[in-house]
């Protein structure tokens, strides 16, 4: 372990004491710091390298009531003593609590090289990225791309006198682009990706491609009448947001321990349609971004199976929730999502798509525990006989999530991998959604 890592250790180490001293309930401790550095490109040109530190320390307090306080402290406040930032976290404590008696397990470290990376990899993959882009989409102008190396260190600690310290590095690629003809211009677009190693073209990393491709429609604008259009798919983007939507309604603590999530008792059984398999990921290997791999019980997160053909196999719930259920320990959590694909390329189906809508830039509202919501389309392409012939405006989406994955037309063979999570793209067949 770095010695930077040790030292973030024994200042946990050090507000876990002077908690002890003063009896404090149930307290844990958050330490996080990280070195970043970022080459930032405008309209083509690099303008600026950067180097960053940030740290960050965090103090939770639990009562016997459940109730939480919590208080963060960033960069120069670190440098108050554990006392007192101790006594500032105090304040909101109504009432003296009972140590929770949790199983830890050995501490973990995921590897990291900590400053040690090649800068020249990355402006080597920024130019990579502006030539493929400039001979494929002429018509694409990038504000800006910016990429980075981060590493750092997350320490975890509480009063039961458990540690855990995390060591995580990554590269992190963004661009900000849009289309003009010289005339006209579509809205700006943004998309990023985290990369373990920057060992493929940028421009094959995630969904960039596709979502460049999208970018590039919105030149053409479509007037046609939607309610007549047969199929939505969904690209990687917009499905890592409608999965964190499906967690919120049917799988937390706050929905499951409630009763309100309408699966709260329908563990084991079908509820999704049978292609659909979706895991719980913290691997390192295929989620790069760190801040989950240790749970809020200061337990090491692991992989889990949450839907499996179509069937409920975990929920995701804390520590708590699963002693409160009486539940075996899954150690998933809330966690990042992989699921699997399907059989046949994406191009393939769309190709064979005779009317469709893509989506990836959504927003939504009123999610329930039934899970009805809205969403907010923009810049949706309209697809006819297998050609994409234009974007949408803005457009009001009426569905039900669980509708919703029991109407799969189609999911691709290709993964976007995205660093927060690894996920198909998905055809929803009518049924499943209504265009307003």
């Not at 973030?8 to 908690?19: F, G, H, K």
């Not at 799969?408 to 290709?414: F, K, N, P, R, Y």
Request: hydrophobic residues 35%; aromatic residues 10%; negative net charge.
């Amino acid at each position: 372990m770095s010695s930077r890592a040790e030292e973030n250790r024994e200042l946990v180490i050090r507000c876990i004491n002077e908690a002890k001293k003063r009896r404090q309930a149930a307290m844990e401790c958050y330490y996080r710091c990280f070195n970043s550095t970022l080459f930032m490109y405008r309209y083509g040109s690099l303008m600026s390298v950067q180097t960053d530190y940030h740290q960050s320390m965090e103090y939770s307090i639990h009562d016997d009531e459940g109730n939480n306080y919590k208080n963060v402290y960033q960069d120069s406040d670190i440098l108050l003593s554990p006392a007192n930032m101790l006594t500032e976290t105090e304040k909101g404590v109504r009432a003296r609590g009972k140590i929770p008696e949790y199983v830890f397990e050995d501490p973990v470290v995921i590897d990291s090289r900590l400053n040690n990376f090649d800068g020249k990899l990355i402006t080597y993959r920024i130019n990579e990225f502006v030539d493929t882009v400039s001979k494929k989409y002429p018509q694409i102008r990038f504000k800006s791309i910016k990429g980075s190396y981060q590493d750092g260190v997350n320490v975890y600690g509480n009063l039961s006198g458990a540690t855990k310290t995390e060591v995580y590095d990554k590269y992190l690629f963004s661009a900000m682009f849009c289309a003009s003809d010289g005339t006209d211009a579509s809205n700006l677009k943004s998309y990023s990706v985290s990369l373990k190693e920057p060992d493929v073209p940028l421009f094959e990393a995630g969904a960039f491609d596709e979502i460049i491709n999208n970018t590039n429609l919105a030149l053409r604008s479509y007037e046609g009448d939607l309610k007549q259009y047969d199929t939505l798919i969904i690209m990687p983007d917009a499905l890592e947001k409608i999965l964190k939507l499906v967690m919120s309604a049917f799988l937390t603590d706050k929905a499951v321990l409630s009763k309100k999530s309408i699966w709260t008792e329908k563990l084991g059984q079908k509820v999704l349609d049978e292609g659909i398999t979706i895991s719980s990921v913290y691997d390192k290997n295929r989620i790069v971004s760190a801040g989950k791999h240790i749970s809020q019980a200061g337990i090491v997160n692991r992989d889990a199976l949450v839907i499996e053909n179509g069937v409920l196999k975990n929920f995701c719930l804390s520590y708590d929730g699963e002693e409160e259920l009486g539940y075996e320990h899954t150690f998933c959590d809330y966690g990042f999502f992989s699921m699997e694909g399907g059989k046949e390329p994406y191009r393939k189906k769309l190709a064979e798509t005779e009317s469709g809508l893509i989506i990836s830039r959504i927003q939504t509202q009123g999610l329930d525990y039934f899970g009805n919501l809205t969403l907010m389309i923009k810049n949706g392409v309209v697809v006819e006989n297998g050609v994409e012939k234009g974007t949408i405006g803005t457009k009001c989406l009426k569905l039900n999530l669980e509708e919703l994955f029991n109407n799969i037309a189609w999911i691709s063979e290709e993964i976007a991998y995205s660093g927060n999570s690894s996920l198909p793209w998905i055809a929803i067949d009518r049924k499943g959604f209504s265009v307003h």
